[in-house]
Nanobody, 121 residues
């Protein structure tokens, strides 16, 4: 069982940037595969960004080129750097650790409380 705490959300205007942080603790010694999800009343939960065990990343088409996922094992954290924010990025963001089955990512951590990102117009 892995425990996750997300923080760093807030209010931004379109075009601005925001960095999210996820603190990781529990039954792992190092972070390998991880992913960020987001969910809003207007949208189904969607996987925004993933990073695999060797540092390769993949992104939802709508955030590609704007968002960057990373991990810092020295700090036991996962990060999501968000640039050129758009109103449609408004959502609650959730960090997970997990694994890949084939090319598909599956979280294996408990869901944290999430952190809210609001992008105003």
């Amino acid at each position: 069982q892995v425990q996750l705490v997300e923080f760093g959300g807030g209010l931004r205007q379109p075009g601005e940037s925001l960095d999210l942080t996820c603190g990781v603790s529990g039954s792992i010694f190092t972070i390998n595969a991880a992913g960020w999800y987001r969910q809003s009343p207007e949208k189904q939960r969607e996987l925004v960004a993933v990073i695999d065990g060797v540092g390769r990343t993949s992104y939802l088409d709508s955030v590609k080129g704007r968002f960057t996922i990373s991990r810092d094992n020295a700090e036991n954290t996962v990060h999501l750097q968000m640039k050129s924010l758009r109103p449609e990025d408004t959502a609650d963001y959730y960090c997970t650790t997990g694994s890949f089955i084939g090319t598909n990512y599956y979280p294996n951590s408990q869901w944290g409380q999430g952190t809210q990102v609001t992008v105003s117009s």
